[in-house]
């Protein structure tokens, strides 16, 4: 077990070095598609031997013609398209305003004091369970739902751009400082790109976030996929949950992978 | 003098604080008792105090959020017991990395609540289902930590180790495990988030009782005073519990000696 913890990569035996390096590099990549492999195919093994009921696992030939059903007839087009907007417009609004407020908190003592009291207390408290008093306020359409994932993400943005900004080195303050850079050019070419991977990394935490928070708001108080997952499963339609499900954790993956390459094109240069 | 000046300099974040939570609170029973917005949607300070010894009063409270506390506990102890192994082991054997990696990629990022239509067709509505989507939730996060510590284990560490002739098991033990464990702290606190925001999420959707259900159950009722109440109760407790993550890994790591590490990654957590 701890073997591969020692340098495993030393001799390479010589002779047909390249057809082997190429046979394992293909091993290697192969692996996760035989893992998707192995499950879909125990997966279609269980229901066709009958093990589980069909309403507790359909088929996965059941599932996926569903999901191309749902695709084709644009059933899931318009329900996922409101939930995506929904989180996309929340996730936005608590950066233009979450990022700005991080940045003052960790520049300015006096906004620090003021508002890490609010961000103490804000970032535990539990803004899922503000679903009622949202729909009472703002109603039952996206509004609500909006401004619950502005709630929901507004305070890992404000926590990831005041930490990263105080954690830019204060060396490199000074040697701006000492060679005459203004106070708001310090802070585009020095604080701002110092803190853009803690940013980045404030995406990636909130955007997850912020689909959980869109998702479960429609599930409690209706629309888009929300609720359409939610029918779904009253009715016993597990086809169409699986199916549902499925799409959903397409919908992260991307989101994820997406903020991933971000982050390698302008983060690079940090430890991930 | 000069002490009272120091003095003062050093309680003045504190005192601006207070005051913070005070300005809220005196704009939001203003607003409630000048009638400037419409009524009932906003509920005093003074109703929501009096709701709130009421369901300290009658156990409501307690009671459910005992309810909530201990899906939260079980969720997240099965989270680390499985996500913590998991992560390290990893680190350990690529082969199995190359296997999982791809698996964890795409629960972590899938909106964990939309598991809970499907457990219910396994499991039903109730105590099991909840407590499972919470464990998925709270074991992913402890996952990636704990990989990324095990990962980070300077590799002297491990040579001398072996070179005093630890056995592999001792090693993982009791090199790799603490070596690893600011990292696995930070995802404990990072899924102690997660864990209550999913256990709330849950009892709104499907359950019969928990802090979830309380407040899904007073917002449809209209009862915004023990809304607020409950909501209130809920982020103290929600407070408390990470403060005390925060000052229990503050103890635990007092021999770690980049301490300061500890420190950046807990406030990115």
Known sequence: ?272 | MTAALALGQRCLPAVTGLLAVAVLFVAWQAAASAHWLADGFVPSLADIWRATRHLVRTGEIGGNLMTTLRASAWGLAAGILTGVPLGLSMALLPVFDRIVTPVVRCTYALPKTTLIPLLVLWFGVGGATNVIVIAITAALPLIVYSLRGAREVPRVLLWSARSLGTSRAGLLWRVVLPAALPQILTGVRVALGFTLLVAISCEMIVANQGIGKLIGQYGDQGSYDYLFAALFVTTVVAYALDASLRWSTGALLRWHESGQRGQRGRRHG
């Open chain 1, 1 to 272: 077990m701890a073997d591969t913890l020692k340098f495993t990569e030393v001799a390479v035996p010589s002779g047909s070095r390249s057809a082997r390096t190429m046979a394992r590099r293909l091993w290697r990549l192969s692996q996760p598609w035989l893992v998707l492999l192995a499950v879909l195919a125990g997966w279609h093994f269980a229901t066709a031997q009958e093990w589980v009921r069909a309403v507790f696992l359909p088929s996965p030939g059941v599932v996926f013609a569903t999901l191309a059903h749902l695709v084709i007839s644009g059933e899931l087009w318009s329900t996922l398209g409101t939930s995506v907007l929904r989180a996309v417009l929340g996730v936005v609004a608590a950066g233009i305003v979450g990022i700005p407020l991080g940045f003052a908190m960790a520049e300015f003592r006096v906004c620090r004091w003021w508002l890490s009291p609010y961000v103490a207390f804000g970032f535990p408290l539990p803004k899922i369970a503000l679903i009622p008093v949202f729909t009472v306020w703002l109603g039952m359409d996206s509004l609500s739902k909006i401004a619950l994932v502005f709630a929901t993400c507004v305070f890992p943005f404000i926590v990831a751009a005041e930490s990263g900004a105080s954690l830019v080195s204060p060396k490199l303050r000074w040697a701006a400082q000492s060679l005459g850079t203004r106070k708001h050019a310090l802070f585009r070419h020095v604080i701002l790109p110092a803190t853009v991977p803690a940013l980045l990394s404030g995406v990636r935490i909130a955007l997850p976030i912020g689909l959980i928070t869109v998702f479960t708001a429609e599930m409690v108080t209706g629309g888009g996929l929300g609720e359409a997952i939610v029918q779904a499963q009253r009715y016993f339609q597990s086809a169409q949950v699986y199916a549902y499900v499925l799409v959903t954790m397409l919908v992260g993956y991307l989101a994820d992978a997406a903020i991933a390459r971000v982050q390698r094109r302008f983060a690079a240069w940090a430890e991930a």
